[in-house]
Protein backbone atom coordinates (compact mmCIF):
# COMPACT_ATOMS: atom_id res chain seq x y z
CA UNK A 1 0.00 0.00 0.00
CA UNK A 2 1.63 3.13 -0.76
CA UNK A 3 -0.14 6.63 0.40
CA UNK A 4 1.08 9.90 1.49
CA UNK A 5 3.99 11.65 -0.13
CA UNK A 6 5.01 8.28 -2.68
CA UNK A 7 1.38 8.30 -3.74
CA UNK A 8 1.42 12.24 -4.51
CA UNK A 9 4.52 11.68 -6.35
CA UNK A 10 3.23 8.51 -8.18
CA UNK A 11 0.51 10.41 -9.65
CA UNK A 12 2.75 13.60 -10.40
CA UNK A 13 4.96 10.73 -12.79
CA UNK A 14 1.42 9.98 -14.24
CA UNK A 15 0.58 13.62 -15.00
CA UNK A 16 4.17 13.72 -16.61
CA UNK A 17 3.85 10.46 -18.67
CA UNK A 18 0.00 10.11 -19.17
CA UNK A 19 -1.81 10.37 -23.17
CA UNK A 20 -2.07 13.95 -24.38
CA UNK A 21 -5.29 15.41 -24.66
CA UNK A 22 -6.70 18.53 -25.53
CA UNK A 23 -8.39 20.48 -22.41
CA UNK A 24 -11.09 21.05 -24.26
CA UNK A 25 -11.64 17.39 -26.18
CA UNK A 26 -11.57 16.21 -22.68
CA UNK A 27 -14.08 18.19 -20.96
CA UNK A 28 -16.56 19.17 -23.76
CA UNK A 29 -16.43 15.78 -25.26
CA UNK A 30 -14.62 12.73 -24.12
CA UNK A 31 -16.00 13.12 -20.44
CA UNK A 32 -19.91 13.80 -21.78
CA UNK A 33 -20.06 11.00 -24.14
CA UNK A 34 -18.64 8.38 -21.29
CA UNK A 35 -21.10 9.53 -18.63
CA UNK A 36 -24.08 9.30 -21.50
CA UNK A 37 -22.56 5.82 -22.06
CA UNK A 38 -22.66 4.48 -18.74
CA UNK A 39 -26.17 5.99 -17.47
CA UNK A 40 -27.20 4.52 -20.43
CA UNK A 41 -25.51 1.19 -19.52
CA UNK A 42 -26.70 1.02 -15.95
CA UNK A 43 -30.13 2.76 -16.53
CA UNK A 44 -30.07 5.46 -14.07
CA UNK A 45 -33.07 7.13 -14.15
CA UNK A 46 -34.58 9.91 -12.22
CA UNK A 47 -38.61 10.00 -10.89
CA UNK A 48 -39.47 13.38 -11.37
CA UNK A 49 -42.04 12.81 -8.54
CA UNK A 50 -39.04 11.87 -6.09
CA UNK A 51 -37.03 14.08 -4.25
CA UNK A 52 -35.25 11.72 -1.64
CA UNK A 53 -34.94 8.21 -3.33
CA UNK A 54 -35.32 4.71 -0.89
CA UNK A 55 -34.29 3.31 -4.36
CA UNK A 56 -30.67 1.31 -2.83
CA UNK A 57 -30.52 -0.25 -6.13
CA UNK A 58 -30.23 2.86 -7.77
CA UNK A 59 -27.84 4.54 -5.29
CA UNK A 60 -25.76 1.12 -6.23
CA UNK A 61 -26.25 1.68 -9.56
CA UNK A 62 -24.62 5.24 -9.95
CA UNK A 63 -21.46 3.81 -7.47
CA UNK A 64 -21.24 1.72 -10.09
CA UNK A 65 -20.97 3.87 -13.19
CA UNK A 66 -18.87 6.68 -10.88
CA UNK A 67 -16.47 3.82 -10.62
CA UNK A 68 -16.50 2.54 -14.24
CA UNK A 69 -16.11 6.47 -15.40
CA UNK A 70 -12.96 7.29 -13.01
CA UNK A 71 -11.09 4.20 -14.63
CA UNK A 72 -11.91 4.63 -17.91
CA UNK A 73 -11.48 8.39 -17.63
CA UNK A 74 -8.77 9.21 -15.09
CA UNK A 75 -8.01 12.72 -14.14
CA UNK A 76 -6.97 15.08 -16.62
CA UNK A 77 -3.65 17.22 -15.64
CA UNK A 78 -4.09 20.73 -16.70
CA UNK A 79 -0.41 21.80 -16.52
CA UNK A 80 0.69 18.42 -18.68
CA UNK A 81 -2.55 18.10 -20.85
CA UNK A 82 -1.93 14.65 -19.95
CA UNK A 83 -4.39 12.31 -18.28
CA UNK A 84 -3.41 11.05 -14.90
CA UNK A 85 -4.66 7.22 -15.03
CA UNK A 86 -6.65 5.64 -12.07
CA UNK A 87 -6.57 2.23 -11.53
CA UNK A 88 -8.85 -0.28 -10.01
CA UNK A 89 -5.77 -1.01 -7.12
CA UNK A 90 -5.58 3.24 -6.48
CA UNK A 91 -9.37 2.91 -5.75
CA UNK A 92 -9.24 -0.30 -3.74
CA UNK A 93 -6.10 1.00 -1.48
CA UNK A 94 -7.33 4.23 -0.84
CA UNK A 95 -10.84 2.62 0.63
CA UNK A 96 -9.07 0.60 2.49
CA UNK A 97 -7.09 3.01 4.17
CA UNK A 98 -10.18 5.21 5.12
CA UNK A 99 -10.63 6.06 8.41
CA UNK A 100 -14.05 5.11 9.86
CA UNK A 101 -13.21 8.97 11.98
CA UNK A 102 -11.43 11.40 12.41
CA UNK A 103 -10.46 14.61 14.64
CA UNK A 104 -10.76 17.93 14.18
CA UNK A 105 -10.35 21.07 16.27
CA UNK A 106 -8.52 21.13 20.00
CA UNK A 107 -9.61 21.48 23.52
CA UNK A 108 -13.54 21.86 24.21
CA UNK A 109 -13.78 22.12 20.49
CA UNK A 110 -12.49 18.48 19.85
CA UNK A 111 -14.72 17.20 17.26
CA UNK A 112 -14.88 13.51 16.11
CA UNK A 113 -16.44 13.38 12.73
CA UNK A 114 -17.68 9.63 11.56
CA UNK A 115 -18.88 7.82 8.73
CA UNK A 116 -22.68 8.22 8.93
CA UNK A 117 -25.38 5.46 7.27
CA UNK A 118 -28.37 5.83 5.79
CA UNK A 119 -31.70 6.84 7.88
CA UNK A 120 -28.58 7.14 10.65
CA UNK A 121 -29.98 7.70 13.95
CA UNK A 122 -26.29 9.55 14.91
CA UNK A 123 -26.67 13.43 14.62
CA UNK A 124 -24.56 15.11 11.47
CA UNK A 125 -21.39 17.32 12.06
CA UNK A 126 -22.07 21.03 10.84
CA UNK A 127 -19.98 23.41 9.25
CA UNK A 128 -21.10 26.97 9.20
CA UNK A 129 -21.20 29.16 6.64
CA UNK A 130 -19.21 30.83 4.32
CA UNK A 131 -17.96 28.38 1.72
CA UNK A 132 -16.17 31.02 -0.13
CA UNK A 133 -19.23 34.02 0.33
CA UNK A 134 -18.10 37.20 -1.07
CA UNK A 135 -17.21 39.75 2.14
CA UNK A 136 -15.82 42.59 2.88
CA UNK A 137 -12.94 43.51 5.10
CA UNK A 138 -14.72 45.70 7.20
CA UNK A 139 -17.45 43.03 8.51
CA UNK A 140 -15.25 39.48 7.53
CA UNK A 141 -14.64 39.26 11.24
CA UNK A 142 -17.77 40.13 12.02
CA UNK A 143 -19.88 37.75 10.56
CA UNK A 144 -17.50 34.49 11.32
CA UNK A 145 -17.72 35.53 15.24
CA UNK A 146 -21.63 35.69 14.53
CA UNK A 147 -21.29 31.89 12.90
CA UNK A 148 -18.54 30.88 15.59
CA UNK A 149 -20.89 32.05 18.82
CA UNK A 150 -23.44 29.43 17.62
CA UNK A 151 -23.09 26.20 20.06
CA UNK A 152 -24.69 24.14 17.00
CA UNK A 153 -21.82 24.71 14.58
CA UNK A 154 -18.89 22.30 14.62
CA UNK A 155 -16.50 24.22 12.61
CA UNK A 156 -16.34 27.08 10.68
CA UNK A 157 -15.63 27.77 7.07
CA UNK A 158 -13.45 30.56 5.26
CA UNK A 159 -15.16 33.12 2.94
CA UNK A 160 -13.28 34.95 0.12
CA UNK A 161 -12.60 38.48 1.01
CA UNK A 162 -13.38 41.00 -2.05
CA UNK A 163 -10.52 43.67 -0.91
CA UNK A 164 -8.55 44.81 1.78
CA UNK A 165 -8.96 48.45 3.28
CA UNK A 166 -10.37 49.22 0.11
CA UNK A 167 -7.62 47.82 -2.76
CA UNK A 168 -7.98 44.96 -4.79
CA UNK A 169 -6.67 41.74 -3.97
CA UNK A 170 -4.11 41.08 -6.61
CA UNK A 171 -3.34 37.51 -7.40
CA UNK A 172 0.00 35.90 -6.86
CA UNK A 173 1.22 38.93 -5.84
CA UNK A 174 2.88 39.91 -1.77
CA UNK A 175 -1.37 41.58 -1.19
CA UNK A 176 -2.71 37.72 -1.88
CA UNK A 177 -0.31 36.75 0.51
CA UNK A 178 -1.28 39.25 3.00
CA UNK A 179 -5.00 38.92 2.89
CA UNK A 180 -4.66 34.60 3.31
CA UNK A 181 -2.86 36.02 6.19
CA UNK A 182 -5.26 38.45 7.37
CA UNK A 183 -8.18 36.01 6.85
CA UNK A 184 -6.75 32.86 8.76
CA UNK A 185 -5.84 36.00 11.29
CA UNK A 186 -9.86 36.92 11.57
CA UNK A 187 -10.97 32.87 11.83
CA UNK A 188 -8.90 32.26 14.61
CA UNK A 189 -9.72 35.82 16.60
CA UNK A 190 -13.72 35.05 15.68
CA UNK A 191 -13.42 31.56 17.15
CA UNK A 192 -11.58 33.40 20.21
CA UNK A 193 -14.18 35.87 20.53
CA UNK A 194 -16.53 33.26 20.34
CA UNK A 195 -14.95 31.81 23.29
CA UNK A 196 -14.40 28.97 21.21
CA UNK A 197 -10.45 29.09 19.91
CA UNK A 198 -9.54 25.38 19.37
CA UNK A 199 -12.80 25.21 16.73
CA UNK A 200 -11.62 23.30 13.69
CA UNK A 201 -11.39 26.15 10.81
CA UNK A 202 -11.39 25.10 7.31
CA UNK A 203 -9.49 27.49 4.87
CA UNK A 204 -8.11 29.12 3.14
CA UNK A 205 -10.02 30.58 0.60
CA UNK A 206 -7.13 31.58 -1.79
CA UNK A 207 -5.46 29.24 -4.35
CA UNK A 208 -2.32 30.04 -4.58
CA UNK A 209 -0.53 27.75 -2.38
CA UNK A 210 2.26 30.29 -1.54
CA UNK A 211 -0.47 32.81 -0.09
CA UNK A 212 -1.85 28.93 1.63
CA UNK A 213 1.07 27.98 2.95
CA UNK A 214 1.65 31.87 4.63
CA UNK A 215 -1.86 31.18 6.50
CA UNK A 216 -0.50 28.46 8.40
CA UNK A 217 0.92 30.12 11.94
CA UNK A 218 -0.13 28.17 15.40
CA UNK A 219 -0.54 31.21 17.02
CA UNK A 220 -2.42 33.73 14.83
CA UNK A 221 -3.37 31.58 11.49
CA UNK A 222 -4.36 28.57 10.82
CA UNK A 223 -2.86 25.39 13.08
CA UNK A 224 -2.60 21.67 12.70
CA UNK A 225 -6.04 20.97 14.47
CA UNK A 226 -7.46 22.56 11.04
CA UNK A 227 -8.56 21.43 7.82
CA UNK A 228 -6.63 22.33 4.79
CA UNK A 229 -8.77 22.97 1.38
CA UNK A 230 -8.24 20.83 -1.41
CA UNK A 231 -10.36 19.76 -5.62
CA UNK A 232 -10.73 18.20 -8.37
CA UNK A 233 -11.70 20.79 -10.42
CA UNK A 234 -14.95 20.12 -12.42
CA UNK A 235 -14.50 18.42 -14.22
CA UNK A 236 -12.20 16.06 -13.21
CA UNK A 237 -9.34 17.71 -13.76
CA UNK A 238 -6.01 18.50 -11.20
CA UNK A 239 -3.47 21.43 -11.44
CA UNK A 240 -0.04 21.05 -10.00
CA UNK A 241 -0.74 24.01 -7.83
CA UNK A 242 -3.58 22.04 -5.58
CA UNK A 243 -1.20 18.67 -5.41
CA UNK A 244 1.88 21.51 -3.64
CA UNK A 245 -1.13 22.41 -1.38
CA UNK A 246 -1.24 18.44 -0.29
CA UNK A 247 2.24 18.25 0.06
CA UNK A 248 2.10 21.15 2.56
CA UNK A 249 -0.71 20.24 4.44
CA UNK A 250 0.46 16.55 4.66
CA UNK A 251 4.13 18.14 6.35
CA UNK A 252 1.48 20.32 8.69
CA UNK A 253 -0.51 17.41 9.56
CA UNK A 254 -3.52 18.80 8.69
CA UNK A 255 -6.84 17.00 7.59
CA UNK A 256 -7.99 18.01 4.38
CA UNK A 257 -11.36 18.90 3.45
CA UNK A 258 -12.65 18.05 -0.19
CA UNK A 259 -14.75 19.16 -2.86
CA UNK A 260 -15.55 19.53 -6.58
CA UNK A 261 -18.03 22.12 -7.61
CA UNK A 262 -20.38 20.05 -9.74
CA UNK A 263 -22.94 21.94 -12.29
CA UNK A 264 -26.34 20.67 -13.67
CA UNK A 265 -26.71 21.94 -16.94
CA UNK A 266 -22.70 22.14 -17.24
CA UNK A 267 -20.18 19.79 -18.98
CA UNK A 268 -22.19 16.85 -16.73
CA UNK A 269 -25.78 17.96 -18.31
CA UNK A 270 -28.52 16.72 -16.56
CA UNK A 271 -29.32 15.13 -12.63
CA UNK A 272 -28.26 11.84 -13.65
CA UNK A 273 -25.12 12.18 -15.12
CA UNK A 274 -24.34 14.76 -12.48
CA UNK A 275 -24.94 12.45 -9.51
CA UNK A 276 -22.63 9.99 -11.13
CA UNK A 277 -20.03 12.96 -11.97
CA UNK A 278 -20.37 14.08 -8.46
CA UNK A 279 -19.36 10.20 -6.77
CA UNK A 280 -16.70 9.80 -9.36
CA UNK A 281 -14.96 13.32 -7.95
CA UNK A 282 -15.36 11.77 -4.31
CA UNK A 283 -13.32 8.77 -5.31
CA UNK A 284 -10.83 11.28 -7.34
CA UNK A 285 -10.58 13.26 -4.47
CA UNK A 286 -9.90 10.28 -2.37
CA UNK A 287 -7.16 8.80 -4.64
CA UNK A 288 -5.39 12.06 -6.11
CA UNK A 289 -5.61 14.66 -3.07
CA UNK A 290 -6.01 11.96 -0.32
CA UNK A 291 -9.17 13.83 1.27
CA UNK A 292 -9.94 13.20 4.77
CA UNK A 293 -13.36 14.38 3.92
CA UNK A 294 -15.26 15.77 1.59
CA UNK A 295 -18.69 17.63 0.48
CA UNK A 296 -21.73 16.84 -1.83
CA UNK A 297 -22.10 20.44 -4.00
CA UNK A 298 -24.15 20.11 -7.50
CA UNK A 299 -25.98 23.51 -8.57
CA UNK A 300 -27.90 24.77 -11.34
CA UNK A 301 -26.63 26.11 -13.94
CA UNK A 302 -29.51 28.68 -13.75
CA UNK A 303 -31.14 29.07 -10.56
CA UNK A 304 -27.09 28.83 -9.24
CA UNK A 305 -28.68 27.32 -5.91
CA UNK A 306 -28.57 23.55 -4.02
CA UNK A 307 -32.03 23.77 -3.21
CA UNK A 308 -33.36 23.04 -6.17
CA UNK A 309 -35.43 20.02 -6.91
CA UNK A 310 -32.46 18.10 -9.29
CA UNK A 311 -29.93 19.19 -6.55
CA UNK A 312 -31.82 17.92 -4.12
CA UNK A 313 -32.16 14.77 -5.70
CA UNK A 314 -28.36 14.63 -6.53
CA UNK A 315 -26.96 14.97 -3.07
CA UNK A 316 -29.35 12.27 -1.83
CA UNK A 317 -28.82 9.64 -4.32
CA UNK A 318 -25.47 10.17 -4.77
CA UNK A 319 -25.13 10.29 -0.59
CA UNK A 320 -26.86 6.54 -0.40
CA UNK A 321 -24.35 5.66 -3.44
CA UNK A 322 -21.70 6.66 -0.76
CA UNK A 323 -22.72 5.54 1.88
CA UNK A 324 -23.68 2.16 0.95
CA UNK A 325 -20.32 1.60 -0.49
CA UNK A 326 -17.53 3.39 1.00
CA UNK A 327 -16.86 5.07 4.64
CA UNK A 328 -15.86 8.40 2.65
CA UNK A 329 -16.82 11.00 5.26
CA UNK A 330 -18.82 13.79 3.51
CA UNK A 331 -21.15 16.49 3.62
CA UNK A 332 -23.97 18.43 2.14
CA UNK A 333 -23.62 22.42 0.89
CA UNK A 334 -26.18 24.14 1.14
CA UNK A 335 -26.38 27.43 -1.11
CA UNK A 336 -29.77 29.49 -1.24
CA UNK A 337 -31.07 31.69 -3.42
CA UNK A 338 -32.81 34.21 -1.18
CA UNK A 339 -30.47 36.55 1.45
CA UNK A 340 -30.51 36.67 5.52
CA UNK A 341 -33.50 38.14 7.36
CA UNK A 342 -36.17 36.30 4.89
CA UNK A 343 -38.23 33.00 5.45
CA UNK A 344 -37.48 31.93 1.90
CA UNK A 345 -33.95 31.17 2.85
CA UNK A 346 -34.49 28.95 6.19
CA UNK A 347 -36.95 26.70 4.15
CA UNK A 348 -34.03 26.25 1.00
CA UNK A 349 -31.91 25.27 3.89
CA UNK A 350 -34.60 23.00 5.60
CA UNK A 351 -34.71 21.33 2.20
CA UNK A 352 -31.15 20.99 1.78
CA UNK A 353 -30.63 19.88 5.56
CA UNK A 354 -32.99 16.86 5.10
CA UNK A 355 -30.22 14.86 3.04
CA UNK A 356 -29.07 14.11 6.65
CA UNK A 357 -31.02 10.95 5.57
CA UNK A 358 -29.00 9.73 3.13
CA UNK A 359 -25.60 9.14 5.46
CA UNK A 360 -24.10 12.80 4.95
CA UNK A 361 -23.19 15.49 7.04
CA UNK A 362 -24.25 19.32 6.74
CA UNK A 363 -22.74 22.30 5.25
CA UNK A 364 -21.10 24.76 4.90
CA UNK A 365 -24.08 26.43 4.55
CA UNK A 366 -26.57 28.14 4.69
CA UNK A 367 -25.21 30.31 2.49
CA UNK A 368 -27.35 33.24 1.02
CA UNK A 369 -27.67 34.72 -2.23
CA UNK A 370 -25.57 31.73 -3.96
CA UNK A 371 -22.11 33.13 -2.69
CA UNK A 372 -22.35 36.18 -4.77
CA UNK A 373 -23.71 38.92 -3.09
CA UNK A 374 -21.14 41.33 -0.34
CA UNK A 375 -22.14 40.29 3.60
CA UNK A 376 -25.31 38.75 2.91
CA UNK A 377 -24.65 36.14 5.58
CA UNK A 378 -25.55 35.75 9.10
CA UNK A 379 -24.75 32.94 12.23
CA UNK A 380 -28.44 32.87 12.64
CA UNK A 381 -28.97 30.38 8.96
CA UNK A 382 -26.06 28.36 10.21
CA UNK A 383 -27.62 27.60 13.22
CA UNK A 384 -30.58 26.75 11.95
CA UNK A 385 -29.24 24.51 9.54
CA UNK A 386 -27.78 22.85 11.94
CA UNK A 387 -31.09 22.74 14.07
CA UNK A 388 -32.65 21.30 10.89
CA UNK A 389 -30.21 18.60 10.08
CA UNK A 390 -30.43 17.23 14.21
CA UNK A 391 -34.47 17.29 14.05
CA UNK A 392 -34.43 15.29 10.37
CA UNK A 393 -32.03 12.89 12.15
CA UNK A 394 -32.99 9.09 11.91
CA UNK A 395 -35.99 9.85 9.81
CA UNK A 396 -37.17 7.38 7.19
CA UNK A 397 -36.19 8.36 3.48
CA UNK A 398 -39.77 8.08 2.52
CA UNK A 399 -40.86 10.54 5.31
CA UNK A 400 -37.66 12.55 4.05
CA UNK A 401 -38.96 12.86 0.63
CA UNK A 402 -43.05 13.84 1.26
CA UNK A 403 -41.42 16.90 3.25
CA UNK A 404 -39.35 17.71 0.53
CA UNK A 405 -41.76 17.85 -1.69
CA UNK A 406 -43.98 20.43 1.22
CA UNK A 407 -40.87 22.73 1.66
CA UNK A 408 -40.38 23.04 -2.26
CA UNK A 409 -44.07 24.40 -2.22
CA UNK A 410 -43.05 26.82 -0.01
CA UNK A 411 -40.22 28.58 -2.34
CA UNK A 412 -39.57 27.10 -5.37
CA UNK A 413 -41.99 29.41 -7.97
CA UNK A 414 -39.54 32.61 -6.52
CA UNK A 415 -36.18 31.18 -7.85
CA UNK A 416 -36.73 33.84 -10.99
CA UNK A 417 -37.22 36.55 -8.33
CA UNK A 418 -35.84 35.41 -4.89
CA UNK A 419 -35.74 38.26 -1.66
CA UNK A 420 -32.49 39.63 -1.45
CA UNK A 421 -32.78 40.30 2.32
CA UNK A 422 -30.44 42.33 4.62
CA UNK A 423 -26.68 42.85 4.82
CA UNK A 424 -24.98 41.16 8.27
CA UNK A 425 -24.95 44.95 9.44
CA UNK A 426 -28.51 45.13 9.02
CA UNK A 427 -29.23 41.71 10.71
CA UNK A 428 -27.38 41.69 13.66
CA UNK A 429 -26.47 44.02 16.35
CA UNK A 430 -22.87 44.27 16.74
CA UNK A 431 -22.67 45.32 19.84
CA UNK A 432 -24.35 42.31 21.27
CA UNK A 433 -23.71 39.94 18.25
CA UNK A 434 -26.94 39.34 18.19
CA UNK A 435 -29.87 39.10 15.70
CA UNK A 436 -32.36 42.05 15.51
CA UNK A 437 -35.99 41.41 16.64
CA UNK A 438 -37.27 41.07 12.94
CA UNK A 439 -34.80 38.12 11.75
CA UNK A 440 -35.38 36.21 15.37
CA UNK A 441 -39.03 36.29 14.72
CA UNK A 442 -38.83 35.25 11.24
CA UNK A 443 -37.03 32.45 12.31
CA UNK A 444 -39.17 31.30 15.04
CA UNK A 445 -41.97 31.25 12.85
CA UNK A 446 -40.13 29.20 10.54
CA UNK A 447 -39.08 26.80 12.75
CA UNK A 448 -43.04 26.82 14.17
CA UNK A 449 -44.03 26.07 10.46
CA UNK A 450 -42.12 22.64 10.43
CA UNK A 451 -43.41 21.93 14.02
CA UNK A 452 -46.86 22.50 11.85
CA UNK A 453 -45.76 19.57 9.67
CA UNK A 454 -44.47 17.08 12.19
CA UNK A 455 -40.85 18.30 12.45
CA UNK A 456 -39.42 18.09 16.39
CA UNK A 457 -36.78 20.18 17.33
CA UNK A 458 -34.76 19.70 20.35
Request: net charge negative.
Amino acid sequence: MVLGNYKLFEIIERARNGPLIKESEFEAKILPTKLKELVKEYDIKRDPEILIPSDNDLADSIFEAAYDLIIDLGVYCSDTGRIIKIYEEDIKEALKSLPEKIIVGSGREVREISVRGIEDKKPPITIGALAGGVCSSENYLNILTSIAIEPEVDMLCAGSLIEIDGKPIISHSPVEIYAAQLEAHWMREAASKAGRPGLCLIGSSFEWVAADIASFNPNYGFRSTDAGLACIIYPMKISFNILSKIKFYFESGRPIFAYSDQLIGGFTRGAEETAVSSVAHHLANLVINQASFQELNCQHIHYNNKSNRLSIWCHNVAGQAIARNTKIITHSECFASAGPCTEMILYEGAAVALSVVSGVNLGPGIVGRSAKEVDKYTGLESKFYAEAGRAFTGMKREDANDLAKELLRKYEDKFKDPPVGKTFNECYDIKTMRPIKEWIEIYEKVKKDLEDLGVKFS
